[in-house]
C-alpha cells in the first residue's frame, strides 16, 4: 500500500515544484521536458518526433494549435496532445 502511495506522490509534488503541462507554457517561453505521461493515445507518437524527458523546447506560438521549437526543428501541434507532457519552465 505505502508503494502505491510513493508512486502517487512525484505528480502532486510536481504541481507545487512549477512543473506544468506544455500546453501552458507561455509563448517564446523554454523550458525542460520532465515527464511524457503514458495514458496519452498520441504519447508514442510525440516520443518519436523527440519530444521526451531532458529535451528542451520553446513555445514559439500558444494557442489552440502550439507551434514548437525543438533544437533546429519547428513542430505544430494541438495544445490537447500537449496537456500530458510536464515540463519545468527555465528561466533566461
Do not use: F, H, W, Y
Not at 516520443?47 to 533546429?72: A, D, E, H, I, N
Amino acid at each position: 500500500m505505502i508503494s502505491v502511495l510513493r508512486n502517487l506522490l512525484p505528480s502532486t509534488a510536481a504541481k507545487s515544484n512549477g512543473i506544468i503541462p506544455l500546453s501552458r507554457l507561455e509563448s517564446d517561453e523554454q523550458a525542460l521536458i520532465v515527464e511524457v505521461g503514458r495514458d496519452c493515445r498520441n504519447c508514442q507518437r510525440l516520443c518519436s518526433m523527440g519530444l521526451v524527458p531532458g529535451s528542451k523546447v520553446r513555445m514559439v506560438c500558444q494557442g489552440r494549435t502550439c507551434l514548437l521549437c525543438l533544437g533546429r526543428t519547428r513542430l505544430s501541434l494541438r495544445a490537447g496532445d500537449l496537456d500530458a507532457i510536464m515540463v519545468e519552465r527555465l528561466t533566461a
